[in-house]
């Protein structure tokens, strides 16, 4: 239940694929507990129709299907989408196939069985990873950088031209974009002036 005055964060999706449906279930209920927007398939071979549907954040891939191995599904999904943050998990772990999951940028692997502390720690920090914030705190961050971003470019400004605006570093600025860093009132202000706007402005609909 959010609280008065918290924003709603925007929903995470993420697909599940794996041909043992109690698993599924299992990650299904587990995941939707946590406020996930959550799907589960157990044929491989419809995952490619559906990253191509579109919308979701996250896979998580079962390595060993029996019509279609996690690998090749992978392989699909990528020439769909490249940056979409893929999870693979198997009950018999090997070297040759946690290499080949990373050279497709899988961004974690979890062996089977796993408990449920274990399972959400890899899932948050995939989510971490991807910049897809789960606090206030660091969506307000996100929020933030891609306001200034927006306007930046609406007035077709350099970092570096805000950077002598500001007497902030392109760095730092750079940073407080991409929600990387978070800005002091002080440094918010150089930039609001610098972008002709106000400080609340930078807060979008926060």
Avoid: W
Avoid at 6 to 17: F, K, M, S, V, Y
Avoid at 71 to 92: C, H, N, Q
């Amino acid at each position: 239940m959010t609280e008065p005055g918290t924003p709603e964060l925007p929903a995470i999706r993420i697909l599940i694929c794996d041909d043992d449906k109690a698993i599924c279930e299992y990650m299904q209920t587990l995941l939707e507990k946590d406020g996930y927007q959550v799907k589960a398939l157990t044929d491989p071979t419809t995952a490619e129709d559906e990253v191509r549907a579109g919308g979701y954040h996250l896979i998580i891939l079962d390595l060993m299907m029996p019509e279609m191995d996690g690998i090749e599904v992978l392989k699909r999904i990528r020439k769909i989408d490249s940056d979409i943050a893929v999870v693979m998990f198997t009950g018999y772990p090997n070297l040759e196939t946690a290499v080949a999951s990373m050279k497709l940028d899988a961004v974690d692997y979890i062996k089977k069985p796993f408990n449920a502390d274990e399972f959400r720690e890899v899932i948050e920090r995939v989510m971490r990873k991807k910049g897809l914030a789960r606090t206030p705190e660091e969506q307000l961050h996100r929020v933030i950088g891609d306001t200034i971003r927006n306007l930046r470019k609406e007035k077709d400004l350099t970092l570096k031209q805000m950077a002598r605006r500001t007497g902030l570093s392109v760095s730092l600025l750079s940073q407080i974009e991409r929600a990387e860093s978070s800005a002091s009132i002080s440094s918010l202000y150089k930039i609001a002036i610098a972008l002709e706007s106000k400080i609340t402005t930078l807060f979008g609909d926060f």
